[in-house]
């Protein structure tokens, strides 16, 4: 998008936000969001808004989200992302359309693929047109989602304090991210739907066996994932995507690249880990779907 363009959409989707700093109303006035009581938050190049006063430090810098995207393109998550289009269809269908498009936040979207692909699916093949919002905390990541064409708001933000009113989204994604209950909660409409995307054990578990010998992720990291969600949300279904994924060889150097369970790998073994791609990886995840407790 351009910066004409993410300004433009602003402009219309104003509504939607509220100031991080004194939580008042915003609009668009010129280029800025602005609110009530004069913080002012620019639209930058290639379209986005930076709604973060302090940018924290982070290890996910550039080459991790180039690293991500590639991925992304190769359909590393496709057949995730066609079951969590299947899941949000099937949401809409009994609803009567209310004009407007309902929103879909990406909590964490990175460098914004996943919720691009996951718009395209759901306009091309139900013609749901939703307005995706796709917010991090990581610049570099926002500023490589808003390259794309897609009709989308791009925010730099923190999701603990995140710049958007009550009940504003029907649907709150978080893939792979760390995620704020309360935050989402609360930003949800009252009949929406949170869809929590969670790695099982296998994930990854050729790369794992190579960087480290065991294979499998703890158990317990994905159970108490999903108990924690069930104490916040009222669990609606969920289920288990598992496929492989195919490796060619710069795949293979693309996700060593891009997934923190190399960070604690030396670079020897890295160079070693290199030489010895596997024929293909498992992605699985369990997809959580769950309502406001009532
Ligand atoms: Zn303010």
Redesign the pocket.
């Known amino acids: 998008m351009t910066i004409q363009e993410q300004a433009g959409l602003l402009a219309e989707e104003a509504s939607l936000f509220a ?1 991080p ?4 109303a915003m609009e668009m006035t010129g280029s800025s969001l602005r ?5 002012s938050y620019d639209v930058a190049k290639p379209g986005y808004v930076n709604l973060l006063r302090n940018p924290p430090s982070t290890r996910y810098d550039k080459s991790l989200f180039v690293s991500r995207r590639k991925l992304m393109e190769d359909g590393l998550f496709d057949s995730l992302l066609d079951r969590l289009a299947e899941r949000i269809q099937a949401n809409e269908a009994p609803q009567e359309s209310s004009g407007s498009a309902p929103r879909l936040l990406d909590a964490g979207c990175g460098e914004g693929s996943p919720l691009v692909r996951l718009q395209e699916r759901l306009a091309g093949r139900a013609g749901l047109e939703l307005l995706g919002v796709g917010v991090d905390l990581a610049k570099e990541g926002i500023r490589l989602a808003a390259r794309s064409s897609s009709r989308t708001v791009w925010c730099v933000g923190d999701l603990a304090n995140s710049p958007f009113r009550d009940g504003s989204f029907r649907y709150i994604l978080s893939l792979l991210s760390p995620s704020n209950y309360a935050e989402f909660r609360r930003l949800l409409e009252a009949d929406g739907l949170v869809l929590k995307v969670v790695p099982q054990a296998d994930y990854l578990q050729e790369l794992r066996a190579r960087l480290y010998g065991d294979s499998l992720r703890p158990e317990e990291e994905a159970r108490q994932a999903a108990d924690w969600f069930r104490q916040h949300f009222q669990l609606a279904d969920e289920e288990t995507v598992r496929y492989s994924f195919p490796v060619r060889e710069e795949t293979w150097s693309e996700l060593l690249a891009m997934t923190p369970l190399a960070w604690k790998a030396t670079a020897e073994q890295l160079a070693e880990v290199r030489q010895s791609p596997p024929a293909e990886v498992t992605v699985s995840m369990r997809i959580l779907a769950g309502r406001r407790p009532g």
């Open positions: 100031c700093v004194c939580g008042e609110c009530a009581k004069g913080h």
